[in-house]
């Protein structure tokens, strides 16, 4: 807020020096709801910038407003903002000579040097929400139903049910428990850590994003051709799992027991299951940055509905299930699983190709 103060203090002791009070119209776009929007809304910067003389500043909404909609994509269309760039909070700035805008959070810093100079040809900074009222609806909905169908995973049921299999002989129900409940907390963070990282790599290719969300779309939908393949064409070519190189790590970390030895497990197979869990994955962080939806919420959402058949099941076994009989349960039902992580992969593949 201090830096604010400063440059509008700045402004406006540059204007009085001038002598001359230019005209300025500042168009300020937004959607009721946006988070951004109301950063900039509360940041105060508006309202400073609209009390210099020869300053005016109006505000539409675009979500609820056709009209103000229109105008918003008149002048997106005007500046030549691509697809991929779009969103509120949109300013536009519009001085005696020249026009030009800022798009995102970067309003709050940017708006009065941008007024100042009058010389930008834009600013695309990150801080951005989708232009499309129905975004975050469309996003949540298909988020939840990626999760879930990425949560029942036999990667991730087989390494538990062994782990759980292994300490039952070694020792008390309890220590299995205690066991597999840190196994699936380490899943849980690297996964919802490597959300993280994965969606600010798409975001840092902002000068390319087309190529970037196009080599995603390819990859989630080979993903999901490749799911149908190792159901009806098994034997043809290598099938996403858990390389059984990694196996003999797994069983002897497994048998140390120890609560480091178990964080440790869920750190490598939650690495080296990636193949058979990434795709949905990347197609669902792919979808959050094509509508400038992501959130840690999201993130966090998505991963817990991940990690919940895993709680489920360390429960069912501490409770007294044979971890056989759930064993003999995902063999029977893997090729369903990958059924249906394979619709959802080619089902994501096509939205991110066409969107």
Excluded at 136 to 154: F, M, Q, T
Excluded at 312 to 326: A, E, R
């Amino acid at each position: 807020m201090r830096s604010i103060n400063y440059l509008v203090f700045g402004l406006m002791i540059l204007m009085l020096a001038g002598g001359v009070y230019a005209q300025v119209n500042v168009n300020y776009f937004y959607g009721q709801g946006c988070h951004y929007c109301a950063e900039v809304i509360s940041s105060g910067v508006l309202e400073e910038v609209d009390s210099i003389d020869g300053i005016s500043v109006e505000k539409f909404e675009i979500y609820h407003d056709a009209e103000n909609r229109q105008m918003y994509l008149d002048y997106a269309n005007e500046f030549g903002i691509s697809q991929y760039n779009r969103g509120v909070p949109f300013a536009v700035i519009e001085c005696e000579d020249s026009s030009t805008y800022v798009v995102g959070a970067s309003i709050i810093d940017r708006l009065p040097v941008v007024i100042e100079t009058c010389e930008a040809n834009g600013d695309y900074i990150v801080g951005v929400s989708s232009e499309n009222p129905d975004a975050e609806k469309i996003v949540l909905g298909s988020l939840i139903i990626a999760a879930l169908i990425d949560s029942v995973n036999p990667c991730a049921f087989g390494v538990l049910i062994f782990l759980m299999l292994s300490l039952l002989k070694m020792g008390s129900a309890r220590r299995a428990l205690k066991a597999g409940l840190v196994y699936t907390l380490v899943v849980f963070i690297v996964y919802f850590l490597s959300g993280l990282g994965i969606f600010k790599v798409i975001q840092s290719f902002t000068s390319i994003t087309h190529i970037v969300y196009l080599a995603s779309g390819i990859l989630v939908l080979s993903f999901g051709v490749w799911q149908f393949k190792d159901v009806f064409f098994p034997k043809v070519g290598p099938t996403l799992q858990i390389s059984p190189k990694v196996k003999p790590l797994i069983e002897k970390v497994i048998n140390k027991g120890t609560i480091p030895a178990m964080i440790l497990l869920g750190i490598i197979v939650s690495l080296f299951e990636l193949p058979c869990t990434g795709g949905i994955y990347l197609g669902i962080l792919t979808m959050m940055s094509i509508n400038k939806t992501f959130a840690i919420p999201y993130l966090l959402l998505y991963n817990l509905i991940f990690v919940l058949p895993l709680i489920v099941l360390t429960f069912m076994i501490y409770k007294g299930m044979s971890p056989g009989i759930l064993q003999k349960w995902t063999s029977r039902k893997r090729n369903w699983m990958k059924l249906g992580s394979g619709a959802v992969l080619i089902a994501l593949g096509i939205y991110i190709l066409v969107f």
